[in-house]
C-alpha cells in the first residue's frame, strides 16, 4: 500500500486512463485517446469561429483564450501521466523505501487535509461555471462554432464533459507533484534529524553500530538525490509548460477584469490559477529545497571531525552536497517561492502591455 495520498491519485489516474501500473491495457489507452479528442474539439471549434468573424480584434481573442489555455494545460498534463507511466510507477514504487515518518497519522492528516482543500476549491470553481451557464439559460460554457447538422445539447454535453475531464486531471497531477514533493520533504528533514543526532550519543554505540548508523544515512541521501533526479526528468517539461501557460492565462483574465468586465467568473480563475501554482508547485518545492540544502549544515555540524575512521562516508556525503538542490522546471526556471512571486510580476507585466496594445 502506497502513501494515501498516491492511492488517491491513482484512482483517479485510472479513470482517466493513465494509471501507471496498466501500461499494457488498451481499455486505458481508448480512454485517453478519448480524452484527448474531446480536449482538442474546443480548440478547433474556437479557430473555426474566430474564422468566421469578419474582423478580429484583441478583445475577441482574449475572450476566447480560456478555450485554448485551459485545453493546452490539460493536454500536456495528460500526456506527461501517460507517456511516462513507467517512470511514474517507478517513483510510486520508491516511495516504499522511505523511512517510515515518526509522525505519520499527523502527517497523513495534514496532506489530506490540504490536498482536499485544494480540490475542493478547483472543483468548485469549475463547477460553479457550468451550472451558471445552465441555470441562466446560457447552456455552453464555452463560446465555440457550432456546425447546423450538430444538436446544440451534444455540444453542450461535449464542453460539460471537456470540462470535468480536464478539472479531474489537473487536480490528478498537480495533488501527484506536491506528494511527491511533501514525501521528499518530510525524509530531507528525518535525514537532517539523523545526521544531527548521530554523533550525540554515539557513547552508548559500538563502533559497528554506530558505523552503520552512518551508513544507512549516507545510503539514504544518495537514494532520495536519485530520486529527486528521476522526478525532475519525469516533470521536467511539463512544469516549463504548465508555468508558462498559466501565467499567460492569468494575465489575460487580469486584462479582462480592468478592461471588460470584473465579475465574480474572472475573479475567482484568477484566485484558483494563483492557488494552482502557490499550493502545488511554489510552497512545496521550496520547502523540500530548504530542507534538501540543509543536509550540509547538519552534516558538518554533527562532530563527526571527532571521529577519524569515519571521514570517508562524512565526506561522499559533503561532496554530494556541494551542488545545490533544485526543482527545475525544463532545466531553466527554479521552482520556488521566487518564482511563484516572479509569476505575479509577470502577470501584471503582461497585463499592462495588452491593455497598451488594445
Request: glycine share 4%; proline share 2%.
Amino acid at each position: 500500500m502506497y502513501y494515501p495520498d498516491l492511492e488517491w491519485t491513482l484512482r483517479i489516474a485510472n479513470w482517466l486512463g493513465v494509471h501507471p501500473e496498466k501500461k499494457n491495457n488498451v481499455r486505458q489507452v481508448l480512454q485517453y485517446l478519448m480524452l484527448l479528442w474531446t480536449w482538442l474539439m474546443i480548440p478547433f471549434l474556437t479557430l473555426i469561429l474566430l474564422s468566421k468573424l469578419p474582423v478580429v480584434t484583441i478583445r475577441h481573442i482574449v475572450g476566447l483564450s480560456v478555450n485554448f489555455f485551459m485545453f493546452v494545460n490539460s493536454t500536456v498534463k495528460l500526456s506527461t501521466l501517460f507517456v511516462h507511466r513507467s517512470k511514474i510507477q517507478d517513483l510510486v514504487g520508491r516511495t516504499r523505501n522511505f523511512w517510515k515518518l515518526k509522525n505519520y497519522e499527523q502527517a497523513v492528516k495534514s496532506t489530506r487535509f490540504i490536498r482536499n482543500i485544494y480540490a475542493s476549491i478547483v472543483s468548485l470553481i469549475i463547477l460553479r461555471v457550468v451550472v451558471k451557464n445552465h441555470v441562466s439559460g446560457k447552456g455552453m460554457t464555452f463560446r465555440v462554432y457550432r456546425p447546423k447538422w450538430i444538436p446544440r445539447m451534444a455540444i453542450i454535453l461535449l464542453e460539460d464533459f471537456a470540462c470535468i475531464s480536464a478539472t479531474a486531471t489537473y487536480i490528478c497531477f498537480d495533488v501527484l507533484v506536491r506528494t511527491f514533493l511533501v514525501l521528499l520533504q518530510m525524509q530531507f528533514e528525518m535525514l537532517n534529524e539523523e545526521f544531527t543526532a548521530i554523533y550525540q550519543n554515539c557513547k552508548e554505540l559500538s563502533r559497528d553500530e554506530l558505523d552503520k548508523k552512518l551508513r544507512r544515512c549516507v545510503d539514504h541521501h544518495n537514494y532520495l538525490n536519485n530520486f529527486l533526479n528521476l522526478f525532475s526528468g519525469t516533470f521536467s517539461t511539463a512544469l516549463i509548460i504548465f508555468i508558462g501557460n498559466i501565467t499567460l492565462s492569468l494575465c489575460v483574465v487580469m486584462y479582462v477584469i480592468l478592461e471588460v468586465s470584473s465579475n465574480i467568473n474572472h475573479c475567482t480563475h484568477l484566485i484558483a490559477g494563483l492557488n494552482m501554482i502557490f499550493t502545488c508547485y511554489a510552497w512545496p518545492a521550496q520547502a523540500m529545497m530548504n530542507e534538501a540544502n540543509a543536509v550540509r549544515n547538519a552534516v558538518y555540524l554533527s562532530d563527526w571531525h571527532l571521529y577519524s575512521g569515519h571521514q570517508k562516508h562524512i565526506l561522499i556525503v559533503l561532496m554530494g552536497c556541494l551542488k545545490t538542490i533544485e526543482i527545475k522546471a525544463g532545466g531553466i526556471l527554479r521552482i520556488d517561492m521566487e518564482m511563484f512571486m516572479m509569476s505575479c510580476k509577470t502577470m501584471v507585466s503582461y497585463c499592462m502591455f495588452l491593455r497598451t496594445v488594445s
